[in-house]
């Protein structure tokens, strides 16, 4: 499938390739491809949280659930999509939390969040891959497991990462994650239905700010368009 991992994260995850539920995830894969199953992100993006954002440049965590499920959005980034695309319900929710919280205009059409990324953002999806036009799709063939176990893995070998978990899927996975070692932010799901519940005035992006400036790290470029 072509896939491109930085190799930090190859090196780490080497012996989670390994373990028999991911060689099965790998067949099952292979099998939707074969009888003509069209899967996102394309192969060269299933791993692109992990290319873009080396193992030691992480800062922040933000986990999703599976990918968007339509023709040329999905690329490997929770929340984000490919440029062109409209930028959907949640991110335009994420867009209006961030203009209120820290006084940045974000753009209407604009939705690829690589530069955050690249600032040492892991948008981490808990599922990788989806069926098009059949959400959660791809949900209970391994996915989970894989990316629990990274997860787990950033909280035990990694110190004061934030972690900002929307949504009760998300929260869930706080149970991964060492209180004491690291930060953990939630609140509602950005998605209209459950936006104005928690997730509006949440001011998780000047939060992460003030945490990684206190850490003496370099504070997170919110700011997005598509000249930048």
């Given at each position: 499938?072509?896939?491109?991992?930085?190799?930090?994260w190859a090196?780490?995850?080497?012996?989670?390739?390994e373990?028999?539920?991911?060689?099965?995830?790998?067949?099952?894969?292979?099998?939707e491809k074969?009888?003509?199953?069209?899967?996102?992100?394309?192969?060269?993006?299933?791993f692109?949280?992990f290319?873009l954002t080396?193992?030691?440049?992480?800062?922040?965590?933000?986990?999703g659930?599976?990918?968007?499920?339509?023709?040329?959005?999905?690329?490997g980034?929770s929340?984000?999509?490919?440029?062109?695309?409209?930028?959907p319900?949640?991110?335009?929710?994420i867009?209006?939390?961030?203009?209120?919280?820290?006084?940045v205009t974000m753009?209407?059409?604009f939705?690829n969040?690589t530069?955050?990324?690249s600032?040492?953002?892991?948008?981490l999806?808990?599922i990788?891959?989806?069926r098009?036009?059949e959400p959660s799709?791809h949900?209970?063939?391994?996915?989970?497991?894989f990316?629990d176990?990274?997860?787990?893995?950033?909280?035990d070998?990694?110190?004061s990462?934030?972690f900002?978990l929307?949504?009760?899927f998300?929260?869930?996975k706080?149970?991964?994650?060492?209180?004491?070692?690291?930060?953990?932010?939630?609140?509602?799901?950005?998605s209209?239905?459950?936006a104005?519940k928690?997730?509006?005035?949440?001011?998780?992006?000047?939060?992460?700010?003030?945490i990684?400036?206190?850490?003496?790290?370099?504070?997170?470029?919110?700011?997005?368009?598509?000249?930048l």
């Amino acid at each position: 499938m072509n896939v491109q991992i930085h190799p930090s994260w190859a090196k780490i995850l080497k012996d989670e390739f390994e373990m028999p539920y991911f060689k099965q995830l790998t067949l099952f894969l292979r099998s939707e491809k074969s009888v003509g199953k069209k899967i996102f992100p394309k192969g060269a993006h299933i791993f692109n949280a992990f290319n873009l954002t080396p193992y030691d440049n992480l800062k922040v965590v933000i986990i999703g659930q599976d990918p968007y499920h339509g023709e040329g959005q999905a690329h490997g980034l929770s929340f984000s999509v490919l440029n062109g695309q409209k930028v959907p319900p949640s991110l335009k929710n994420i867009f209006k939390e961030i203009e209120s919280d820290i006084g940045v205009t974000m753009p209407a059409n604009f939705g690829n969040l690589t530069k955050w990324a690249s600032q040492g953002v892991l948008m981490l999806n808990s599922i990788l891959t989806v069926r098009a036009d059949e959400p959660s799709s791809h949900s209970k063939y391994g996915w989970t497991q894989f990316t629990d176990a990274v997860i787990k893995h950033i909280s035990d070998n990694h110190t004061s990462i934030v972690f900002m978990l929307w949504g009760n899927f998300a929260k869930a996975k706080s149970s991964l994650i060492n209180p004491y070692k690291h930060y953990i932010l939630s609140a509602a799901h950005p998605s209209p239905f459950s936006a104005d519940k928690g997730f509006f005035g949440c001011k998780h992006f000047s939060k992460t700010n003030s945490i990684l400036i206190k850490n003496k790290l370099d504070p997170i470029d919110w700011k997005i368009s598509p000249e930048l």
